[in-house]
């Protein structure tokens, strides 16, 4: 049974940093690409990062580019999002997700393992 478990959401202050972790198990992601997403109170769940399967390649919505780091140890199976510089409208549920595909894209519809999610709140 496939599962990826997200951890390191918490509460912070503007300004602040936190790093996220997503652990997968009952198989490996190591050719799949994975991504973090977020979804706020009321709005649509959101692509903030994605890898691909080697991690050669990274992407970003531009509301994080610069101030998120997404990341992964295939021997670990684990996939991470340092988040730097948080801002209150970066808080949201984190979701981690991983693909059927080798390159990260943007759309929910291209993955189909998800985490339970992570809450982060950034306090102004």
């Known amino acids: 049974q496939v599962q990826l478990v997200e951890s390191g959401g918490g509460l912070v202050q503007a300004g602040g940093s936190l790093r996220l972790s997503c652990a997968a198990s009952?198989?490996?992601?190591?050719?799949?690409?994975m991504g973090w997403f977020r979804q706020a109170p009321g709005k649509e769940r959101e692509f903030a990062a994605g890898?691909?399967?080697?991690?050669?390649?990274?992407s970003y919505a531009d509301s994080v580019k610069g101030r998120f780091t997404i990341s992964r140890d295939n021997a670990k199976n684990t996939l991470y999002l340092q988040m730097n510089s948080l801002k209150p409208e970066d808080t949201a549920v984190y979701y981690c997700?991983?693909?059927?595909?080798?390159?990260?894209?943007?759309?929910?519809?291209?993955?189909?393992?998800w985490g339970q999610g992570t809450q982060v709140t950034v306090s102004s």
């Open positions: 997700a991983a693909s059927f595909l080798s390159l990260a894209v943007v759309a929910p519809s291209g993955y189909n393992h």
């Open positions: 009952g198989r490996t992601f190591a050719k799949n690409a």
């Open positions: 890898i691909s399967g080697s991690g050669g390649s990274t």
